[in-house]
C-alpha cells in the first residue's frame, strides 16, 4: 500500500483490519461498475462500506485513496472523482436541491491502459458491442455542446429525426430502443434532465452532466465537433 505503518496507527485499528476494507472497497468498486454498466458510483455508497464498523471520521476518505492507488497499481484504473453541477434551473424544489448535495461526488473508472497503450486496450480491452452506443453518446452530447451546453427535449428529437432516428423506436437494428438509450446517458451522467415550469406547462430541459463536462471528455467532444466541421464550434438552437 501506498502508506506506511504509522499512517495506519493514527486510526487506532490494524493495518490489516485497513487492508481488508480498501480491499472491499475496490471489490464494490469494480463490481458496481460492471452491474450498472459504468454508472457513476457514489462516494456516499463507499463511505458506508467504511463507516459500517468503524467511527474514525477521517478512516472513509484514507481508505477511498488506498483503493485509488490499488486499482491503479493491480488493474489498471483510475478511479476518477466527478462533481456534479448544480441545475441551471431556478425551478427545482427543495428536495432536489438536497439530493443534488448529498449526491454531488461520485467516482467512475477510467482504464489507464486506453492512454498508455492504446493498441492494448482496443484488442484486450474496448468491447465491440459498446460502440454503437458510444458513436450514439457523441452525437447527443455534441447536439448540447453546440446548442450551449442546455436544449429542450423537443430539440434534441428534432435533431434526432434528422438522422433517422424516432422517439417511438423501440427496435432500432443498431441501438434498440432509441429512448432508451438517450436515458442511458442520464444514468451514466453524460446528460441531466430538469423539468423547468413555464408559460406553456412544463419542459423538459437536458444539459452537459459531470461526465461530459469531465475535462478529458469535453475536450473530446470539441475536438468531435471541429473534426465535423472543420471549424470551431458553433451554437445551434437549443430552445
Known amino acids: 500500500m501506498a502508506n506506511n505503518d504509522e499512517n495506519f496507527s493514527q486510526f487506532d485499528i490494524s493495518k490489516e483490519e485497513i487492508e481488508k476494507l480498501v480491499s472491499e472497497v475496490v471489490r464494490y468498486v469494480m463490481f458496481k461498475n460492471h452491474q450498472n454498466s459504468g454508472c457513476p458510483i457514489k462516494r456516499e455508497e463507499l463511505v458506508q462500506l467504511v463507516?459500517?464498523?468503524?467511527t474514525q471520521r477521517s478512516l472513509p476518505a484514507f481508505v477511498i485513496n488506498?483503493?485509488?492507488?490499488?486499482?491503479?497499481?493491480?488493474?489498471?484504473?483510475?478511479?476518477?472523482?466527478?462533481?456534479?453541477?448544480?441545475?441551471?434551473?431556478?425551478?427545482?424544489?427543495?428536495?432536489?436541491?438536497?439530493?443534488?448535495?448529498?449526491?454531488?461526488?461520485s467516482y467512475i473508472l477510467k482504464s489507464e491502459i486506453s492512454e498508455q497503450r492504446p493498441e492494448v486496450h482496443k484488442k484486450f480491452v474496448e468491447d465491440p458491442n459498446a460502440e454503437p452506443l458510444a458513436g450514439f453518446t457523441f452525437v447527443i452530447l455534441s447536439i448540447v455542446q453546440l446548442a450551449g451546453g442546455k436544449i429542450a427535449e423537443e430539440n434534441v428529437w428534432h435533431h434526432l429525426k434528422r438522422?433517422?432516428?424516432?422517439e417511438?423506436?423501440?427496435?432500432?437494428?443498431?441501438l434498440g430502443n432509441v429512448?432508451?438509450?438517450?436515458?442511458?446517458?442520464v444514468q451514466q451522467r453524460y446528460l441531466q434532465k430538469d423539468k423547468v415550469s413555464g408559460p406553456e406547462g412544463n419542459i423538459l430541459f437536458y444539459e452537459l452532466a459531470e461526465r461530459a463536462l469531465d475535462g478529458p471528455v469535453n475536450q473530446k467532444i470539441k475536438d468531435y465537433i471541429s473534426q465535423i466541421v472543420k471549424k470551431d464550434p458553433v451554437p445551434v438552437d437549443g430552445d
Open 66 to 105: 488506498e483503493a485509488k492507488e490499488k486499482l491503479s497499481t493491480v488493474f489498471g484504473y483510475e478511479l476518477r472523482e466527478l462533481q456534479r453541477p448544480r441545475p441551471s434551473s431556478t425551478n427545482q424544489g427543495r428536495a432536489s436541491q438536497k439530493n443534488s448535495v448529498s449526491d454531488a461526488r
Open 51 to 54: 463507516t459500517k464498523n468503524y
Open 168 to 174: 417511438s423506436d423501440t427496435n432500432h437494428p443498431v
Open 179 to 185: 429512448k432508451q438509450a438517450l436515458e442511458t446517458l
Open 163 to 166: 438522422m433517422g432516428l424516432s
